[in-house]
């Protein structure tokens, strides 16, 4: 993770954790460690459930490219959503303002507001995830089409160096026969004279 996020998510994790120890600062020291601990378990149990459920019908490397910052970025935002509430009735329980009874009716009404929550939060999940299969589906389909575009330039190089070779070695047979031929017409040419000349010749020693 980037070091900015990291500061981000230890500074949400403080918040929270203040947040909540303002409401029971006044129980034994023993009580607000573990109060503390089981809020931030139980919050951390759900959002790692809403997770894996989003994550239905999503691919397995996908579904693993967020998790760790999207459950830690998670966690203390719903602590301090609904924890507050709890910890004060708690605080109050313990301190025997109120009745049990009331203190599980609270439990019951924030556990309600939870759930909506919590299943708003699994949707945005999944279109998170969706977003990220969209950005990986383009990525590797622009990355393709760059290798094909690579691939075939590669081969019109190829296929340009064979021409431009074929076309040098027509040039250069060209050039031999061409050689060749002057030199043959030369011989014939040479040949030609030499007969001529011997023909004159005879003549004139027959003569």
Known sequence: MNIFIMLALL?????AITLIYQFVKKLPKMNKIIFIAASF???YLLVSIMYWISGFGIEKNINEAAKDFIIFA???VNVIIFIPFIANKYN???LKKIKKEDFIKTIVIVSILALIVLTIECLYFKGMKKNIKQVNETVTKQTQQNEDKQSELSTNKIENTTINSIIENEQTNSIKNEKI???SNNIIEN??????VNSIKNNIIQN
């Open 11 to 15: 500074l949400a994790n403080a918040i």
């Open 41 to 43: 378990a139980i919050v």
């Open 74 to 76: 998670f966690v203390p």
């Open 92 to 94: 109050k329980l313990m």
């Open 181 to 183: 031929n002057n030199i």
């Open 191 to 196: 040949k030609i004279t030499n007969n001529i």
